[in-house]
């Protein structure tokens, strides 16, 4: 599987400002995606990142507040913007690899947001 | 209703005991099928996925499917305290392009 690394690990920011959390893999993916887990919650899909295009937005989630990007096969950013403490969650990115269904998840970035 | 349904718990089982984790899926064009497992403050970590109706083994875990009855369950044989964890349910949809799924979750706990 492949090694998938994010960026920061860990953060706490405040209020209305904006965090952008990286995701990058060690070989080159066909599908990237970001969820979000929320205390105590399960995973929700926010968005698939596509490569070179805009990303897929999931129901509840739109891009002004999530932007996206996947400049590459390899590189996606998620941005987490205007923040409010109900943005406090834990973001992960998850890839697929070629011919594969299954999906593996990075280690995932922890925010707080006061 | 939910599309992937579990059980959130706590499920206890002594150690050495048979766990069993049950799933239920409410679209009838879903395909694959997950079960992941994720300890407290970590990421969800792939267990295994199960295809076909029946029983698939790997080591302690056994997966079964049930497409009719749109259940799929994990059977974790031998239990142990470092299996105590929450174990996800994933579904993918025929025609979601790679997008799955994931249940709630249920919280195992094995005790000594």
């Known amino acids: 599987s492949a090694v998938i690394s994010q960026k920061p690990s860990r953060d706490i920011c405040q209020r209305g400002t904006s965090l952008t959390i990286q995701c990058q893999v060690d070989s080159q993916v066909t599908m990237m995606f970001w969820y979000r887990q929320q205390p105590g919650q399960s995973l929700t899909l926010i968005a698939t990142?596509?490569?070179?295009?805009?990303?897929?937005?999931e129901s509840g989630f739109v891009i002004d507040k999530f932007p996206i990007s996947r400049p590459n096969l390899t590189f996606s950013t998620l941005t987490v913007s205007n923040m409010s403490p109900e943005d406090s969650s834990i973001y992960l990115c998850?890839?697929?690899?070629?011919?594969?269904?299954?999906?593996?998840f990075g280690p995932g970035t922890r925010l707080l947001v006061l | 209703q939910k599309e992937v349904e579990q059980n959130s718990g706590p499920l206890s089982v002594p150690e050495g005991a048979i766990a069993s984790l049950n799933c239920t899926y409410s679209?009838?064009?879903?395909?694959?099928f997950f079960w992941y497992r994720q300890y407290s403050g970590k990421s969800p970590e792939l267990i295994m996925f199960?295809?076909?109706?029946g029983d698939k083994e790997d080591g302690r875990f056994t997966a079964q499917l049930n497409k009719a009855s749109q259940y799929v369950s994990l059977l974790i044989r031998d239990s142990q305290p470092s299996d105590s964890a929450t174990y996800l349910c994933a579904v993918k949809h025929r025609s979601s392009a790679s997008k799955i799924i994931f249940g709630s979750g249920t919280r195992l706990s094995i005790r000594p």
């Open positions: 199960i295809y076909s109706n």
């Open positions: 990142a596509n490569q070179g295009s805009e990303a897929t937005y």
């Open positions: 998850s890839v697929t690899t070629s011919g594969k269904e299954t999906q593996y």
């Open positions: 679209d009838r064009g879903s395909q694959s």
